[in-house]
């Protein structure tokens, strides 16, 4: 079963985004920036940026904590000129998660939640229906001698890194994955957090199978990286960098650890992929921005969402100097249902998140058992000087110390939140370079991935029925 919806949007969006319309119509100054809306041209490279969770309610918050006075402040994101919006919705749910979602848009099917890289064959979900795998984009690419790259500030393991990467059919089973992405691939560059799953158990990590992955990597010829010098003194043709046992540190916090910030690795990754003449792959993924929606922590959410764009400058600004290199710009789903302004009241009092030094999870754990030494703790870190009984009592009885201290912060910035969990709106698409007008209008988040592989020119991989990957690594899990 594959959807790939038309356009639905296509030129009614320049009715309706009267603004965008303007930009269209000066094609001069779209071509002096280097900026191609051509429907034509092959794309030899092409970058895809995932803000994980990222809506245009983050991009928009993250705009207006940018700004002074009730203005915003232009992001890289904000200077786009081809918009497009994506339906999320997955095989078996209208609210999708990250392994469907970037599943559509690595391999131009949809399917069922916690599904990697496989997707049913009937068009409306059935229980105990048969997943088959199916060609990614990223596999396209090797196919066609291209380097190809995985960046992520979550577990590299993760829902959607691993959607490019392996196949199989419950994305927990993450050693699984470190396995197919490792060793039945050949990715130039894999960065990101999750060295647990690379790991056997007596060694730290959370592998059943006794193997150590790492050893594996150095033997396949990656150059092992572990802290952000490590990655600055790089000058492998192969890396492999895990950076976190778990997820790498929301940007917040980052500068109390060694961990290299995203837009470093998207840098250092190119520099690596850039030099194959055929041409690559690389997918960047700012996963942390889901998990701040998911807690609710406004400050950290609004700080990752910035720390993503800066990687999304990286990936323009090498756009821009390389013609064919077609960037685009999007999220798996929207997570937290984030509003700016909250409970009535018209404002946004970003003056309280720009006094935040440290995330509500790092200040939480700042709380002794009894949570009695909120007041200097909230002080030290937000700048609040004085707590409210109601907020005193807020942190106190929140389930857990970060949640509560996030409760303060966001009821006083005026930031809303509708769920700890995802949303269905349509989330953005923002592309530039070749092909990039195919993905203006509302979209399919499948097309995405048919829009990559018919711009870098490479052929469908055969789908695979075959289970061979599970069946043989089942012990691992």
Known sequence: MKKSFKLIGGVALAG??????????????AKKNGDHRSNQGVAKNVILLVGDGMGQNQISAASYFKGEGYGANDLTMSEFKNIGFARTFSHDNVVTDSAAAATAFSASHKTDNGVLGKAPRQEEHSENEKHFNVGTVLEKAEKAGKATGLVSTARITHATPAAFASHIDDRNKENIIAKQMLLDHDIEVLLGGGKRHFLPKDQGGRREDGKNLMEAAEKKGYEVLGNKDDLEDADSGKLLGLFNDSHMTYELDRELTEEPNLAAMTE???????????????????????????ANYPAANIHDTLAFDDAVSVAKEFA??????????????????????????????????????????????????????????????????????????????????GSGVADVISNRALIGWTTTGHTAVNVPVLAYGPQSSKLAGTIDNTVIADVIANAMKVKDNDDDEDDEFEKEDEEDE
Do not use: C, P, W
């Open 320 to 401: 821009k100097e390389n013609k064919n290199t077609l960037v685009i710009v999007t999220a798996d789903h929207e997570t937290g249902g984030m509003s700016i302004g909250a409970k009535g009241t018209y404002g946004f009092n970003k003056g309280v998140l720009h006094d935040v030094k440290r995330t509500s999870e790092y200040i939480g754990n700042q709380l002794n058992y009894e949570r009695t030494n909120s007041k200097d703790v909230i002080t030290k870190y937000t700048g609040i000087k004085e707590l409210t009984q109601e907020e005193i009592k807020t942190i106190k009885n929140a389930k857990s110390a």
């Open 16 to 29: 309706v985004l009267t603004a965008t319309a303007i930009f269209y119509s000066d094609v001069t100054e």
């Open 268 to 294: 250092k990754a190119l520099d690596v992929v850039e030099d194959d003449k055929e041409g690559f792959f690389l997918m960047v993924e700012g996963g942390r921005i889901d998990h701040a929606g998911h």
